[in-house]
């Protein structure tokens, strides 16, 4: 066992190390999955009225796709409809952040190569990251079942199966980070090929659900915790498709550990060209760094472009269903600027504010590649040459504002082209496709604007900052009903609630575009302006 040696004291560095971050990552969960089920609870008292919105589900694909199946019109069933598919995603992210945190991440900053030299065996860390994800995504599925229980009053059987297959995703995620952070040889490579199995996993389960072919969704883990179906006749035999599978990566895992060298995956970095050409100032190295990251998300969301245009285009609904729909009429009200518009119109501008929501992260991680670049000790040989500060951060603040636009573009130029030729009108549909999802670009640099300033006033905490940022975007409407917090403060607190809605039925205006932007610019500013004035790392 001495390849084991060393792992309880690095499951308690490890629980040292966590927490804060943690419990907070633990409680979002817990808090948005109970409170969700509370809300769509007390939406819908009656047995009439959950039998409607069950049957209003399963006869609008987008409806499925955004949210999944719903397997029976129980009180149980549709309250946990909404949050089991934003539950399953965030858990399995919670799981592959914690693994390569304590693994490559250890391994890339040479804090592991200390530990090593004492007595700590060569399987210890990661059998103590696993331990740590493994523990962190158990409490919180019982907390889940636990609330629903108590605080909502579910029959247990069902919230003990709902619980389970939240787990089980963590299980199955915090394998594929085992296995990345093998593969890869830097933490962000092995972080970004996870989420992208996880993105995927998501995407598929989106596609399956919206087409109808409902068979993808043995293909994805996040498919299988659906196919759990609690509280509609649950699958418990489901589990071990997730439990084998989490057997299987993290068996493969220990075995790349063993044969690899330390310190290095098992694709190792291509080395550059000795000579250096083309670095002839910052905004070359700052495009050396960051065109993995760029390249990545165009890929990406242009390939959820095509999906989810593609899909929106297919897509058709009753007008009779809608008119006699109040849930229906609401998400119309929220999502549109028209009386006129239309069911796929809605979730149209939906999808854009989707590409919206998600790219946000993206100016938020370009900016703080100038933290990692600090803290690994690399701007400051750049800054000891004639590169000033504000030169240095401008450059890559460059590709974190026109990288923004260029990703957006992306997933509205597929989507638009997607949407465009099922719906047999390219001519007209693709550029309004494209508008709604450029017109997007002003509230994505605003998070970019947060971490800039972040980073010039609070560099420690510039990590946690933008990502309260971005969970804030993607949950606070979700949220803020949930904590009493009317829809109309979230419109006012959320930036992208202030674009024109121009896919469905609001008219163009410049006006918000132009305010977002300048409260971006201030942001950028008041943090170059911080940075110019502090130490270095």
């Known amino acids: 066992m001495k390849a084991l040696a060393g792992t309880g004291a690095l499951v308690r560095l490890a629980l040292r190390r966590e927490r804060i971050v943690m419990p907070a990552w633990i409680a979002l969960v817990v808090l948005f999955v109970v409170g969700t089920a509370s809300y769509y609870a007390d939406l819908f008292p009656t047995e009439q009225a959950r039998a409607n919105y069950a049957e209003e589900i399963r006869s609008v694909p987008a409806l499925r796709a955004f949210g999944g199946q719903i397997f029976d019109p129980s009180s149980e069933a549709v309250a946990i409809w909404r949050a089991s598919d934003t539950a399953y995603a965030l858990i399995g992210l ?12 250890e391994e890339e900053s040479g804090r592991q190569e200390l530990l090593g030299a004492g007595v700590v065996g060569r399987y210890a860390p990661l059998t103590a990251s696993l331990v740590v994800a493994w523990g962190a995504v158990s409490v919180a599925g019982m907390l889940v079942s636990l609330g629903l229980v108590v605080l909502v009053g579910l029959e247990p059987v069902g919230s003990l199966a709902f619980g389970l297959a939240i787990v089980a995703v963590g299980w199955v995620f915090a394998a594929v980070a085992s296995l990345t952070a093998q593969v890869f040889e830097r933490s962000r490579t092995a972080i970004g090929a996870a989420a992208a199995v996880l993105g995927a996993s998501y995407v598929l389960r989106f596609v399956a659900d919206g ?8 293909l994805t883990p996040i498919g299988w ?9 649950e699958r418990w035999w489901v589990l071990g498709l997730s439990l084998a599978a989490f057997l299987v990566m993290a068996g493969v895992s220990y075995l790349l550990v063993a044969r690899r060298d330390f310190g290095s995956g098992l694709l190792p970095d291509r080395l550059g060209p000795a000579t250096g050409p083309g670095l002839r100032g910052p905004l070359a190295l700052a495009w050396r760094l960051q065109r993995g990251l760029l390249l990545g ?36 009200r929220r999502y ?55 030169r240095w951060a401008g450059s890559h603040l460059a590709f974190a504002a026109l990288g923004t636009a260029a990703v957006m573009a992306a997933g509205g130029t597929t989507a638009g082209l997607a949407y465009g030729l099922v719906g047999g009108d390219l001519a007209t ?25 972040a980073f010039g006033v ?3 905490f510039a990590v946690a900052v933008s990502w309260a940022g971005f969970l804030f975007i993607q949950f606070f409407e979700v949220l803020g009903p949930i904590l009493g917090v009317d829809f109309g403060v979230v419109e006012t607190l959320v930036p ?6 121009i896919l469905s039925g609001g008219e163009f205006t410049a006006t918000p575009l132009v305010m977002l932007t300048g409260v971006t610019l201030l942001l950028t500013a008041a943090g170059l302006f911080a940075f110019g004035r502090r130490d270095i790392a």
């Open 94 to 105: 919670i799981a592959l952040l914690s693994v390569v945190r304590h693994t490559r991440a």
């Open 496 to 501: 992208f609630f202030h674009l024109p809605k």
């Open 225 to 233: 915790s659906h196919f759990v179906r609690p509280f509609a006749g």
């Open 458 to 460: 609070l560099p420690r």
């Open 211 to 218: 087409s109808g072919w409902f068979w993808l969704k043995w």
């Open 336 to 390: 549109t600027d028209s009386p006129d518009a239309t069911l796929q119109q809605a979730f149209l501008w939906l999808i854009c504010l989707m590409f919206g929501y998600t790219v946000a992260l993206y100016p938020a991680l370009a900016t703080l590649r100038l933290r990692s670049e600090e803290v690994a000790g690399h701007a400051e040989p750049v800054l000891a040459t004639a590169v000033g500060r504000l």
């Open 297 to 332: 998300w165009m890929i990406g969301l242009g390939a959820a472009g095509v999906l989810f245009g593609g899909l929106v285009g297919a897509a058709t609904s009753s007008p009779e269903l809608v008119t006699q729909s109040p849930e229906l009429q609401e998400f119309i």
């Open 429 to 453: 549909q693709f550029p309004r496709v494209l508008a709604g999802a450029l017109i997007q670009v002003p509230a994505v640099w605003v998070l970019g604007g947060v971490t800039m300033l």
